[in-house]
């Protein structure tokens, strides 16, 4: 597609920049937001929004999938739901043959829309489908569509009736990224624009053959040796039962991050440089991106939440 990777991370800044450019037209504010799920995209991982309801999420969702040119499926999680319901079923056809028809699963960017709010076993299915890229029903098994990239939201108030999804599924998602109020110009900017009959039209930026493209480019950066000794130190400082872990986190954090964070923070760093126009990334890098990474990958104590000490003020005191 390109000469070399040079030129192909040159393209990728100016892609990027366009692409954001495009976002805004409909999604005021939320640059942060915006920027963790592109990073998240590109790194070829999966997002969990948190954010209490009406901040536009599932439009951000919607805005991101019509600019990068992929096909969008929305799916609703209510306690109901199945796992035939995602991911499709077998029926008999007038030869009397079964067939399998695709669920909403077989989309390019799945939007999962209040994922705690359905059983374990169906949020179970989402995950298989995210961890292999493929789904298994009826002994058959389904390659899903390339890229595959799935965003779940979760509401942070009204926890009655939810099924929180335990540690081991939580680790799934790359990023969980905080959606919170926007500012008071920004809200005045959204109501102005969205109360009137103005329409917006998004041109597509990107296409999927190009995504894998740049997906394939990001891997291929190549990391210091002392950035990717910081990432890992960082992740086993979280560690509480580690001879390295410093005193808050052997006080205050009950479970660490794992391997799959400090591989994380290696891939979205990478895309942090890329976007930055870096060839290669540095520690600041790892930095930029290790709250949303570790934010859901470690498990406070009861003496953490008795002296109100929140899981970004624990991060940033072992950054």
Not at 46 to 75: E, M, Q, S, Y
Not at 122 to 141: C, D, P, R, Y
Request: one cysteine or more.
């Amino acid at each position: 597609m390109y000469n070399s990777d040079v030129e192909g991370l040159d393209a990728f800044v100016q892609k990027y920049n366009t692409l954001n450019k495009e976002i805004s037209k409909v999604i005021i504010g939320q640059e942060e937001v915006i920027k963790e799920v592109l990073i998240t995209v590109f790194s070829k991982g999966h997002c969990l929004l948190v954010g209490v309801p009406g901040l536009a999420k599932t439009l951000l969702v919607n805005t991101i999938a019509d600019a990068l040119g992929l096909k969008f499926n929305r799916i609703q999680f209510t306690p109901d739901l199945m796992p035939s319901d995602i991911i499709g079923s077998e029926i008999l056809d007038e030869t009397k043959q079964f067939k399998f028809i695709k669920g909403p699963l077989f989309a390019n960017i799945i939007l999962a829309d209040e994922i705690n709010r359905t059983p374990p076993k169906t949020q179970a299915a989402l995950l298989e489908a995210m961890q292999e890229k493929s789904v298994t029903t009826a002994g058959q098994s389904f390659e899903l569509d390339k890229p595959f990239f799935v965003l779940a939201t979760q509401n942070p108030i009204e926890q009655e009736g939810t099924y929180p999804l335990p540690e081991a599924q939580l680790d799934r998602f790359m990023f969980n990224v905080w959606v919170d109020y926007p500012s008071y110009e920004e809200e005045l900017a959204i109501v102005e624009a969205t109360t009137s009959n103005k329409e917006v039209e998004l041109e597509s930026v990107l296409n999927a053959e190009e995504i894998i493209y740049f997906q394939d480019l990001i891997r291929r950066i190549p990391v210091p040796k002392n950035v990717l000794e910081y990432a890992v130190k960082l992740s086993v400082r979280t560690r509480s039962t580690d001879a390295s872990a410093p005193e808050l986190v052997k006080k205050f954090i009950s479970w660490g991050a794992g391997p799959r964070a400090s591989q994380n923070l290696i891939l979205a760093a990478k895309c942090h440089a890329a976007i930055n126009g870096k060839y290669s990334p540095d520690i600041e890098d790892v930095q930029a991106v290790a709250i949303p990474i570790l934010r859901h990958r470690l498990v406070r104590n009861y003496m953490a939440e008795a002296e109100g000490y929140s899981i970004e003020r624990i991060i940033k005191e072992i950054l």
